[in-house]
């Protein structure tokens, strides 16, 4: 008689019908993580894991018991950092902007990782990708990232360098059609323990879950909003709200728009235009309203005293003072 695997009890709990299933508990979602890492998985039960999950949506003690197990294998070093910064939606209607608010934060004194995961949305352009075009190479491993961090204030760790197993199942999604909840899990890694976090996320019902699960784990400051394209970048053209979780208190903001109208799809993401932003401040009002907003609502995470039109003002300073030779052009 043949026994049943030991990971079936965690699609079962999922997968029971609308009156059976459940969501797992913090230490059921750990557990079951930490086997998925471990290689203990078939794939087709690692299919039907995150597909139950996609459609039942991750509760927020789901996500706390993904993110610990997956920082159990991390086995990431001490290395002092102020703001941690997940890259993981991608770019395809507009220039990535926020990468300019974090490099200018960066030349402000502000120690920044930011990690994330490349290439698996067609017609997408990455933080990877685009930072090492503009002179910024990719961390190879964490002695890497603190060296860089050491030099500038700033370092980009991919996601395959630290966790390979995340980024495959991240790599899973043009089989799957979907996105799986590792997107949204990946997003609250904080590998390196940063005291602040920037997360954004795309569907704004998905904020209360990323609100909910940095504070049940221990997250002693973040912010999370709807970025451009799913990116931590303030949207000139929209209402902002803001979701902040300040040692264990939560609480709710909203930033006005910063421009009418509606920014069309561009033709063409062209990186040069990212360069003459930094180096000569030629850019468009929609890109330098995207870099500002975006640092305004760093600054208030960092300084929550300040009001919004105090860090829409320090965030002009900081964007005037950044250091124009960071990025050459090539």
């Known amino acids: 008689m043949s026994l049943e695997h030991p990971f079936a009890q965690y699609v079962r709990i999922l997968g029971k019908g609308k009156t059976g299933s459940r969501s797992l508990t913090e230490s059921e979602a750990r557990h079951a993580m930490g086997m998925i890492l471990r290689g203990e998985v078939e794939d087709v039960q690692l299919g039907a894991f995150l597909m139950l999950l996609r459609v039942k949506e991750e509760s927020f003690e789901e996500l706390a018991g993904f993110v610990k197990a997956v920082r159990d294998t991390i086995s990431a070093p001490v290395i002092s950092v102020d703001l941690d910064w997940a890259s993981y939606a991608g770019k395809r209607r507009q220039l990535p902007w926020y990468l300019l ?186 890109g330098y309203l995207a870099i500002i907003g975006t640092i305004a609502i760093t600054l208030q995470l960092r300084a929550p005293e300040l009001d919004q039109q105090q860090c829409m003002q320090q965030a002009e300073v900081i964007w005037q003072n950044r250091d124009r030779m960071r990025i050459k052009s090539r």
């Open 101 to 286: 608010s974090a490099l200018a934060l960066a030349d402000s004194g502000l120690r920044i990782v930011m990690h994330g995961a490349s290439g698996h949305t067609a017609d997408r352009i990455y933080s990877e990708h685009v930072l090492a075009a503009l002179g910024e190479v990719p961390a190879s491993s964490w002695p890497d990232v603190e060296e860089k961090l050491n030099r500038s204030n700033f370092a980009y760790m991919p996601l395959a360098n630290f966790s390979p197993m995340l980024q495959r199942m991240i790599d899973l999604r043009n089989q799957f059609g979907l996105r799986s909840p590792v997107h949204t899990l990946s997003r609250l890694l904080n590998p390196l323990s940063a005291p602040f976090s920037m997360q954004s996320i795309f569907h704004p019902a998905y904020a209360e879950n990323h609100q909910q699960a940095a504070a049940l784990l221990g997250q002693a400051h973040a912010v999370v909003f709807k970025g451009e394209a799913g990116e931590a970048e303030r949207k000139p053209e929209a209402v902002c709200k803001v979701k902040m979780v300040h040692n264990g208190v939560l609480s709710e903001s909203e930033w006005p728009k910063l421009l009418d109208g509606r920014q069309e799809k561009l033709d063409s993401l062209n990186i040069t235009e990212l360069v003459s932003a930094w180096q000569n401040d030629i850019v468009s009002e929609y």
